[in-house]
């Protein structure tokens, strides 16, 4: 089972951007597709983002959508999220996670290989 390494997390204002990076390390993602999650203060873990291995197709919530992009590089061996116009809202823990039943990407259930996580704290 791949292990998977999150980084790129920090402070930032409110309006900045931040890019996350999620390598698998020394395998390629050999599942459906990775995708990210994130957990607030307080909160559930919730979906963020997810794309497909096959065919880059991507999955947003409605949170993020217009302000994050997910993205992932040819060999399989990396998942990316830059995230843009950034709020206070989004101040939590961010994972990512390798999805191995094809169609529910937006469901946490779906995913195994979860990784350490990543803070991403936005001040306002």
């Known amino acids: 089972q791949a292990q998977l390494v999150e980084s790129g997390g920090g402070l930032v204002q409110a309006g900045g951007s931040l890019r996350l990076s999620c390598a698998a390390s020394?395998?390629?993602?050999?599942?459906?597709?990775g995708g990210w999650f994130r957990q607030g203060p307080g909160k559930e873990r919730e979906f963020v983002a997810a794309?497909?291995?096959?065919?880059?197709?991507?999955y947003y919530s409605e949170s993020v959508k217009g302000r994050f992009t997910v993205s992932k590089n040819n060999n399989q061996e990396a998942v990316y999220l830059q995230m843009n116009n950034l709020k206070p809202e989004d101040t939590g823990v961010y994972y990512c996670?390798?999805?191995?039943?094809?169609?529910?990407?937006?469901?946490?259930?779906?995913?195994?290989?979860w990784g350490q996580g990543t803070q991403v704290t936005v001040s306002s």
């Open positions: 996670a390798t999805a191995r039943v094809d169609g529910y990407y937006m469901d946490s259930w779906a995913y195994t290989s």
């Open positions: 020394g395998h390629r993602f050999s599942t459906y597709a």
């Open positions: 794309i497909t291995w096959s065919d880059g197709n991507t």
